[in-house]
């Protein structure tokens, strides 16, 4: 069973930094998307950076030049860095990936809250 597990969530300052993990486990094949959304109280969840895995990636408008996702293919792992925090950057964050034959799969989350 594919499970991924999210971590490095927490409180930080605003301005500050956090890097945030996603680590598959149970899978024996190469996810061919990864990517990491978001959900904060009373919206919905937005996606805040794909890695398409092919070379592709897009990020939300409002985190761009901020946040960078990165993958260690080999170990099915993605990783968001996150600088520059603000505020509005508070919510759960999700990591999501897709495999080459329709499914996909999500973290449970993990918490980040931006507060002076």
């Known amino acids: 069973q594919v499970q991924l597990v999210e971590s490095g969530g927490g409180l930080v300052q605003p301005g500050g930094s956090l890097r945030l993990s996603c680590v598959a486990s149970g899978a024996i094949f190469r996810f061919n998307a990864m990517a990491w959304y978001r959900q904060s109280p009373g919206k919905e969840r937005e996606l805040v950076a794909l890695d398409k895995g092919d070379s592709t990636i897009n990020y939300a408008d409002s985190v761009k030049g901020r946040f960078t996702i990165s993958r260690d293919n080999g170990k099915n792992t993605v990783i968001l860095q996150m600088n520059s925090l603000k505020p509005e950057d508070t919510a759960v964050y999700y990591c999501?990936?897709?495999?080459?034959?329709?499914?996909?799969?999500w973290g449970q989350g993990t918490q980040v809250t931006v507060s002076s």
């Open positions: 999501k990936a897709w495999d080459n034959y329709g499914g996909t799969f």
